[in-house]
């Protein structure tokens, strides 16, 4: 048992109580908007989006304005969403969970989930079904049945041939669900399945449809089916439907809709013949359709839009609707751009007042570099350049540029970008581009950092440095015991480094000696500097949570000022006039003013306000795994690990527990293969997940 218990105290309560002022937490600036919109909800005349991240936003006036609705949900990646009468769930990466007030609040409703990753989701009579298994197939997996509610959940498999669950429709008592390549019919409740004809894809299921008499059924590898006497023959229903990658579909009418890899298609023949729906959309991977009146709603990886002509053409959804991953900040004193997954580039001109896109929608920009009205952006195909702002965009020449350009340096004439196969410089403003020397010629670097004409570069490796614009690199840290290097940041004469054990190193740029401080447990994902004062932003591995830490003793000590910040990881910060910003993950950009931040250190900042238990990662896991919890205070705290007979196989807490954010690793060595439960009590606060051991 001993070796079952490793704590890591990420912040503890400092002694000094100072006064806060009126704005003295991170505020939420308006973007940037360019939502993943997993799957929309239908509750009457409110439409509800579940987001990758950002749990689940409201809009009571079709789309036109919306607002958040994740009281309690404490899983933020929604999957799936479904109504009955005034009772709305959630599937999401951690479970089910109930609201009965329109989104307002919810609560968990997952006893007897053993796979709390639940994609689908259907409601028949007082019948609710949850399909888990998709993208997380793991044991314990498959349909669930619940007929109280959400309350209790039991296993319903009997007749699948396959436990990955995607989908699901219903027609009274009949219910459809597709589970691998094959759709399966259950007309008692779930208690038993049949299939629906054949096999129809060495895939998956993705979506299913009803319209009338006829079932359609979406793959993600051969396109669209269509029954018409459920029960046999399927007819392929692909005339017109370029991709073979179909994701969901909506009804209005006899129109049926289908969002593809591709946009949008439409047929009015009941799938005899596909047409592509207007422009507008700037991606074309749509992940989510609804349908609310005469408005067609489609969300894409690079954000939501609606049409009101029967998608002749598309707009995109009106303010409120902030759930984007923000992977970099680059700014002036007048511009602030952020880089996006899946949205391309926003501009903000008034300190995140407003954000206005910049093109490259749908590419996932990791690395911004900025000079001038010279702008270079770093995406999964290579590089982009802007002369003028980012109000157009070229690409490099094939064969002058790598892909996954994750990091981007831009002095003087001289440009460098890290790519996945390499480093390449420019020393003409980027007009040409060429490889670097060795070593970084192959090496995958993370960040960059420079001082004049002199450049940092931080790899798996460990940091480099150039002192002749890029061409040659020598190792700079070379006591560095470990060298997973994340961030880097030159403030005067200091370098401070930031790595993937929660760590920040500093030194002079000489590099004569180096001085470490532990700043969390988690990665120090970003640093940015504004004179003597040092902030390093942190994020876990799941991406689901993170902090912002301030130092103003050039990283001797640190001290979190996290206070408003929901939790997600931060990605990149900018410290930009008298503001901070901060990109996170699935929450956009977030703001707070600097001088509060060097000046206050209240207990708000450095205490969680509710406990809290995660879940833990990796999951699966094999042997160990990594689970955290929070205390608003001192408590007595049991972690306890059963497994699925109620026996218990570990205890890895049994102790008083001072106040802050926890973490303890759980070692497995010793037990067989299976899903396992863990149960943290801590005063009146009782909480179980599951976890899943495979070997």
């Known amino acids: 048992m001993k070796n079952h218990l490793l704590f890591a105290f990420i912040y503890l309560l400092g002694l000094n109580l100072l006064p806060t002022t009126s704005q003295s937490q991170w505020i939420q600036t308006h973007g940037p908007q360019a939502p993943i919109v997993m799957r929309f909800g239908l509750s009457g005349t409110n439409l509800f989006a579940g987001t990758q991240g950002a749990g689940v936003f409201v809009s009571t006036d079709g789309g036109t304005s919306w607002s958040t609705a994740s009281d309690g949900l404490t899983d933020g990646l929604v999957f799936a969403l479904i109504a009955s009468g005034q009772t709305l769930y959630a599937g999401t990466n951690g479970g089910v969970f109930v609201s009965t007030n329109n989104g307002k609040s919810w609560t968990a409703a ?20 949850a399909g888990t298994g998709a993208y997380y197939p793991m044991p314990g997996s498959g349909i669930f049945v619940s ?6 959940w039991s296993p319903a498999n009997s007749g699948l041939s396959s436990l990955e669950i995607y989908s699901f429709a219903v027609s009274g008592t009949n219910v459809y669900a597709g589970a691998g390549g094959t759709v399966f019919l259950s007309t008692n409740g779930g208690q038993s399945w049949s299939p629906v004809g054949s096999s129809l894809s060495s895939g998956n299921i993705g979506a299913l449809a009803l319209s009338g008499s006829s079932l359609f059924a979406a793959t993600f590898d051969s396109g669209v089916f269509v029954t018409t006497d459920v029960g ?45 729906a207007g422009g507008g959309l700037p991606d ?7 349908v609310l009146g005469t ?33 970099c900040l680059a700014g002036d004193s007048t511009n602030l751009y952020a880089g996006t997954e899946g949205g391309g580039v926003f501009l903000s001109t008034n300190e995140g007042e407003s954000w206005v896109r910049m093109g490259l929608g749908t590419r996932s920009v990791y690395s911004l570099a900025l000079k001038g009205s010279n702008l270079f952006a770093g995406t999964e195909l290579g590089t982009f350049y802007s002369t003028d702002g980012g109000a157009s965009w070229s690409a490099l020449s094939e064969g002058q540029m790598k892909p996954y350009v994750n990091a981007l340096a831009y002095t003087g004439i001289t440009v460098l970008a890290g790519t996945a196969e390499g480093t390449f410089r420019s020393t003409d403003n980027g007009a040409t581009w060429g490889p670097v020397g060795a070593p970084l010629t192959s090496m995958f670097v993370q960040v960059f950092a420079f001082s004049g004409e002199v450049f940092y570069a931080g790899v798996y490796g460990g940091v480099y440095r150039s ?53 969390s447990t988690s990665r120090v994902q970003a640093l940015a500097v504004s004179g003597r004062n040092v902030l390093a932003g942190t994020a876990s591995p799941a991406q689901d949570s993170g902090s912002v830490f301030l130092s103003t003793d050039v990283g001797a000590s640190w001290s979190e000022v996290n206070s408003g910040m929901p939790e ?16 996170t993950w699935a929450r956009g950009v977030w703001r707070r003013t600097l001088s509060e931040i060097t000046s206050v250190a209240s207990t708000a900042d450095r205490l969680p306000v509710s406990f809290a238990l995660r879940q833990n990662y990796p999951n699966p896991f094999n042997p160990s795994t990594t689970i955290r919890f929070a205390l ?41 293969s299976g899903v396992y439960f863990y149960r943290m009590q801590a005063g009146s606060y009782v909480e179980t997940k599951s976890l899943c051991l495979i070997k």
Do not use: K
């Not at 997952?110 to 079904?129: D, E, M």
């Not at 074309?284 to 609804?290: E, G, L, N």
């Not at 990886?301 to 707009?315: E, P, Q």
């Open 568 to 583: 997600s990881a931060i990605q990149c910060l900018s410290a930009r006039g008298g503001n901070i910003f901060a990109g």
């Open 284 to 290: 074309s991977m749509v992940s989510s359709m609804a």
């Open 632 to 672: 608003p205070h001192r408590s007595h705290v049991t972690l306890t690990v059963y497994n699925t007979l109620g026996q218990q196989v570990a205890q890895l807490v049994n102790s008083d527990i001072a106040a802050g954010y926890h973490e303890v690793q759980f070692n497995a060595s010793n037990l067989a």
């Open 147 to 152: 007929t109280d509610g959400g309350a209790h």
């Open 467 to 519: 002192t002749d614009g890029g061409e040659d690199w020598t190792p700079f840290i070379s006591e560095l015991p470990y060298t997973g290097i994340l961030s880097l940041a030159v403030s005067g004469t200091d370098l401070f480094v930031g790595t993937s054990d929660g760590q920040v190193y500093h030194s002079t740029l000489n590099g004569s000696a180096w001085e470490v401080t532990t700043v």
């Open 110 to 129: 997952s006893n007897g989930l053993t796979n709390p990753h639940v994609y689908a989701l259907a409601v028949s009579g007082n019948t609710i079904y």
């Open 232 to 276: 046999g023959s399927w007819i392929p229903a692909n005339a017109g439907l370029e991709p073979n990658w179909v994701s969901q579909f909506a009804l209005s009418g006899s129109t049926i809709y289908a969002g593809t890899s591709r946009g949008v298609f439409l047929s009015t023949n009941n799938g005899t013949n596909w047409s592509p």
């Open 295 to 327: 408005t067609v709603f489609a969300g894409t990886y690079g954000g939501a839009f609606r049409s009101t002509d029967g998608a002749s053409s598309w707009t995109e959804v009106g303010p409120g609707l902030v759930s984007s991953e923000v992977h």
